[in-house]
């Protein structure tokens, strides 16, 4: 059972190139979410998603675009990246927002806007 | 808003003692906290939950308390073991917030 599992896990960009991040989720969870962890900021939500086809801008949206175009993929966008955009992002999912339910996340994807 | 807020230093533990985290909470309290624990390199994995209503809970070696009296919650580790070094995050999942984590250290 993978779990979630986001990729690529490393990646380096030039300012004002594009990518796009990867999560993916074989538990049948209905949310799902992206954060970014900085050093002396701890996680913060980006975007996330109560099922498919919606999402919601979180904390620190500006920058980034999301979709979720399949129940168990979740997509994270850079359209222009930013050296401010250098970060571990992690994706996480949960069954549903009720009060029991954990979320469970991915191993990261670091990436570094030189 | 609210906010979450951990200690930002490192808590240094001698094996087999008990290590006592702490996360505090502004403004409203939150219906239940969770609690993480994350190693380097890896994803927050989900330890326990607590809610507002519970004093306690406990689950093996670990025990969490919420006091909405002090705004506070406790995540204790009994018998610690250098396997139990790694950052702990506290969560209010109503509001998706993280505090920025306490890093636990048990030397043997």
């Known amino acids: 059972n993978a779990g979630v599992t986001q990729t690529p896990k490393f990646r380096v960009l030039k300012t004002g190139q594009s990518m796009t991040l990867l999560c993916a989720q074989d538990m049948n969870h209905e949310y799902m979410y992206w954060y970014r962890q900085d050093p002396g900021m701890g996680l913060r939500l980006i975007h996330y998603s109560v099922g498919e086809g919606t999402t919601a801008k979180g904390e620190v949206p500006d920058g980034y675009n999301v979709s979720r175009l399949k129940k168990q993929n979740f997509l994270l966008g850079l359209e222009s990246a930013a050296p401010s955009q250098t970060s571990v992002y992690f994706c996480?999912?949960?069954?549903?927002?009720?009060?029991?339910?954990?979320?469970?996340f991915g191993d990261g994807t670091r990436l570094s806007i030189l | 808003s609210q906010k979450i807020e951990q200690n930002s230093e490192a808590l240094n533990i001698q094996e087999g003692k008990t290590a006592t985290l702490t996360c505090n909470y502004t403004?409203?309290?939150?219906?239940?906290l969770q609690w993480y624990r994350q190693d380097p390199g890896r994803g927050p994995v989900f330890l326990l939950l607590i809610r507002e209503n519970e004093k306690e809970k406990r689950k093996e070696r670990l025990k969490v308390t919420f006091d909405t009296t002090l705004k506070q919650s406790l995540f204790h580790i009994t018998a610690s073991q250098p396997a139990d070094s790694a950052t702990y995050l506290c969560a209010s999942y109503s509001t998706l917030t993280f505090g920025k984590g306490t890093m636990l250290l048990v030397s043997p």
């Open positions: 996480a999912s949960s069954y549903s927002q009720g009060e029991d339910q954990p979320q469970h």
């Open positions: 403004n409203y309290s939150p219906a239940y």
